[in-house]
């Protein structure tokens, strides 16, 4: 599924069972609650954290929530993320292309 694919199947969605988007304001306060839930999977899998008897630790799950409201959010707000990314990753590589390469903090193995 394309970038594109994925605005599409979301919006889809939003018009045949959610009725309406919900407020950019709510969704912009429901990306900071999933990425809160994602942070402590991570946190408990790769910290010093444990997880707690029952909860779950479906890191892919966590991660796609994220990426639901992202992509509602886009929607909403009329950004086509597959040109936004692509401008992201272009804006990263000319000026980053050297500076992640020369930096010895990140080449200390080599």
Known sequence: MTIQEAQEAVDQWIKQYGVRYFSELTNMACLTEEVGELARVISRTYGDQSFKPGEKSNLGEEMADVLWVLLCLANQTGV????????????????????????PKLNKDK
Request: no cysteine; net charge positive.
């Open 80 to 103: 086509n993320l597959t040109d936004e990314l692509q401008k992201s990753i272009e804006k990263k590589t000319k000026r980053d292309k050297d500076r992640h390469i020369n930096n």
